[in-house]
């Protein structure tokens, strides 16, 4: 059974940094992308982040876009979320998830192309 855990998450004031890092566990898998997903209770998971493993192209949200980098490390198949100047808006359970056969039906920011995910970490900013 292939899995990812997250870890990383905590509470900080407004104005931190938090890195988030993802690993697999369990059987290895090809990887095509990874990204990060958040979610607020009561609303639609969203799109963080995204990073294609191969040449590394990266994608961002909007909203986390001059703040946030996302990186991966090839050989140990791990995946890194840097954030700072963490505003009280970037509150949520963090999900990290992998796309292992690139099929590409949807766009990197779609959940719909992830197949495998972690089970969160909570981030939490306080003002």
């Known amino acids: 059974q292939v899995q990812l855990v997250e870890s990383g998450g905590g509470l900080v004031q407004a104005g931190d940094s938090l890195r988030l890092s993802c690993a697999p566990s369990?059987?290895?898998?090809?990887?095509?992308?990874m990204g990060w997903f958040r979610q607020v209770s009561g609303k639609e998971r969203e799109f963080v982040a995204a990073i294609t493993w191969r040449n590394g192209n990266k994608n961002y949200a909007d909203s986390v876009k001059g703040r946030f980098t996302i990186s991966r490390d090839g050989v140990k198949n791990t995946m890194t979320l840097q954030m700072s100047n963490l505003i009280p808006e970037d509150t949520a359970f963090y999900y990290c998830?992998?796309?292992?056969?690139?099929?590409?039906?949807?766009?990197?920011?779609?959940?719909?192309?992830?197949?495998?995910w972690g089970q969160g970490t909570q981030v939490t900013v306080s003002s």
């Open positions: 369990g059987r290895a898998f090809g990887t095509y992308a």
């Open positions: 998830a992998a796309d292992p056969y690139g099929r590409r039906e949807y766009s990197l920011g779609d959940a719909r192309s992830y197949s495998i």
